[in-house]
């Protein structure tokens, strides 16, 4: 079982940058990709991005593109998630999860999750 501790959110005006890391408790060479997700208040849970561990190829939500990059340290078991030109629609609570064969943007297809770290942008 794959335990993922995030941590790097907490609070930043718009414009600012923030980077939340992912650590994975285990050797990552059982996880196919590794998806970065958001839920605001009232909202459903949606994906801001994915990386392939293998071969690295990431793929961005269109509300992220541009302002978010994901990037990982295979040596370190840990993946990490950028945020600059933070806006305040931008504030939730954020995930990682992998997902052990195959691809998916889909929350409900990812076997393991972090508990979720809190990043809030203030106006």
């Known amino acids: 079982q794959v335990q993922l501790v995030e941590s790097g959110g907490g609070l930043v005006q718009a414009g600012g940058s923030l980077r939340l890391s992912c650590a994975a408790s285990e050797r990552t060479f059982s996880i196919y990709v590794m998806g970065w997700f958001r839920q605001a208040p009232g909202k459903e849970r949606e994906v801001v991005g994915t990386i392939r561990w293998s071969g690295g190829n990431t793929y961005y939500a269109d509300s992220v593109k541009g302002r978010f990059t994901i990037s990982k340290d295979n040596a370190k078991n840990t993946a990490y998630l950028q945020m600059n030109s933070l806006k305040p629609e931008d504030t939730a609570v954020y995930y990682c999860?992998?997902?052990?064969?195959?691809?998916?943007?889909?929350?409900?297809?990812?076997?393991?999750w972090g508990r979720g770290t809190q990043v809030t942008v203030s106006s």
């Open positions: 999860a992998v997902r052990r064969i195959g691809s998916s943007r889909q929350p409900g297809e990812y076997d393991y």
